[in-house]
Nanobody, 128 residues
Framework: VQVEEVGGGSVQAGESLRLACVAS???????????FGWFRQSSGKGREFLAS?????????ADFVSVKGRLTISKDNLEKTAYLEIDSLKPEDTGMYYC??????????????????WGRGTQVTVSS
């Protein structure tokens, strides 16, 4: 299985952005067997968890103040794509955004170690 992030770019503060995680190469498994997560790495910081969605569609979000209430994770089993929408973008949202996945239910998945497969990332730059 491979995942590829799509949708990054340069945006203005206050705008919204939807990132897509396109999955392929399932072989004998299917998209609906996997759970997905989104992480961000900003300059000088480690990779931080943003959101995850279980195979059944339950969601979990990071609770640090700077992103709370501005993230929406979703997935489309027919399109084999997971999404992350970020509202009211701020300059501090600038960073590389990564999609990750693993097979299984995904309950309580929020650490990098909970995910086996990673995309290469997509850069998001927010200007004020």
């Amino acid at each position: 299985v491979q995942v590829e992030e799509v949708g990054g770019g340069s945006v203005q503060a206050g705008e919204s952005l939807r990132l897509a995680c396109v999955a392929s190469g399932f072989g004998y498994t299917s998209f609906s067997d996997y759970y997905f997560g989104w992480f961000r790495q900003s300059s000088g910081k480690g990779r931080e968890f943003l959101a995850s969605i279980t195979k059944d569609g339950s969601t979990r979000y990071a609770d640090f103040v700077s992103v709370k209430g501005r993230l929406t994770i979703s997935k489309d089993n027919l399109e084999k794509t997971a999404y992350l929408e970020i509202d009211s973008l701020k300059p501090e949202d600038t960073g590389m955004y990564y999609c990750a996945t693993s097979i299984g239910r995904g309950t309580n998945a929020f650490s990098s170690s909970d995910f086996a497969l990673w995309g290469r990332g997509t850069q998001v730059t927010v200007s004020s």
